[in-house]
């Protein structure tokens, strides 16, 4: 029977952020220019995550896999790991706090075989809001839970949490500003992955703190179905990173897989997708938003819309970063 509102250990916040100092540079290769999806899949899984310290969640997850765990073990393991090193100050509780000064944690997992999925917004005090939105997945008849439901809920599964004895001054101090934040968030990276594996079925997550100094209560794209992340174990599946009001407007990730069922190639899908919202966005190209994506075959892609785009690729056969130019406006 599950422990109601229990917690194994506890740290504080400034025990995560010394933990995570240093601990995402760690490459186990150079980024290599990369601008088309692999023409055939390589045998065995394949993995593809956001950003250059997105290798570690690959290299773990394979292991997983390899070990014996499912892809979604692979996911949830190989996401948690960058949760607890707070890898860019963009992920986990050693990310860059909210406009009230604390962390606000947003993660989702999608399953393919069954459509399955779970979400967590508004997180707090969680150590693996990844771990959260997979017992949202499986132990609810929800998909999504938010702000203090969503940590009651994660406490319920025995999830590790920090001390957060502080955060009711923090509010209240914010609150009695009545004022509105200033603008100036900043980061806004997540680590999304994704997986196709040996039995040629998919699995994605995604993980992130948010913008730092966003408004409290603010939820990005990460843990919205279709917009950060999005598996359709007939086609492929799509994650997303960068500023999210642009994903989220969008529905990009389901775009993006759409795209796929059309019959693009990962690559050109998210290049598609980008195009498409740059026609219809009043900022054009300058949109701050990246993307991942592998097709049912195997074969994997990324875009970006203003800037170079390092991802990382995990297969039997090897682990690289990647990385892709901005697209080339129309």
């Not at 997992?109 to 150590?127: C, F, R, T, W």
């Not at 500003?177 to 680590?191: A, C, K, M, R, Y």
């Not at 992955?193 to 994605?204: R, S, Y």
Request: glycine share 12%.
């Amino acid at each position: 029977m599950t422990r109601l509102f229990s917690t194994r250990r506890r740290r504080g916040l400034a025990a995560f952020a010394l933990l995570a100092l240093g601990a995402c540079q760690t490459m186990t290769s150079e980024p290599v220019a990369h601008t088309e999806s692999a023409s055939a899949p390589p045998h065995g899984p394949v993995l593809i995550a956001t950003w250059p310290f997105g290798q570690q969640a690959t290299d773990l997850a394979l292991q997983v896999m390899q070990a014996g765990g499912s892809a979604l073990d692979g996911i949830e393991q190989g996401i948690g790991l960058i949760e607890s090193l707070g890898c860019d100050g963009t992920v986990g509780l050693a990310g860059r706090p909210n406009a009230a000064g604390y962390a606000q944690l947003d993660a989702c997992i999608m399953n393919g075989p069954d459509h399955n999925a779970g979400s967590v917004a508004a997180l707090e005090g969680i150590v693996h809001p990844i771990s959260a939105a997979r017992r949202v997945m499986e132990h609810s008849p929800h998909v999504m839970l938010v702000g203090e439901g969503a940590r009651w809920f994660a406490l319920q599964h025995g999830l590790e949490s920090v001390d957060v004895s502080e955060l009711p001054e923090k509010k209240q101090a914010f609150a009695s500003q009545q004022t509105t934040p200033p603008d100036g968030e900043v980061g806004h990276d997540t680590i999304g992955l994704l997986i196709l594996d040996a039995q040629g079925d998919l699995a994605g997550g995604a993980s992130t703190s948010g913008a730092g100094g966003k408004w409290p209560g603010r939820v990005g794209d990460s843990p919205i179905l279709g917009s950060g992340l999005y598996v359709d174990n007939e086609v492929g599946a799509a994650a997303g990173t960068g500023l999210g009001e642009n994903i989220m407007r969008y529905a990009a990730t389901t775009l993006i897989v759409e795209r796929m069922r059309a019959g693009l190639d990962p690559q050109s899908a998210c290049e598609e997708v980008i195009h498409h919202i740059a026609a219809r966005d009043p900022r054009g190209y300058d949109l701050s938003i990246c993307f991942i994506a592998i097709d049912k075959s195997g074969r994997v892609g990324a875009a970006c819309s203003n800037d170079e785009f390092p991802y990382a690729v995990t297969t039997p056969a090897g682990s690289e970063v990647r990385k892709v130019s901005a697209v080339q406006p129309r």
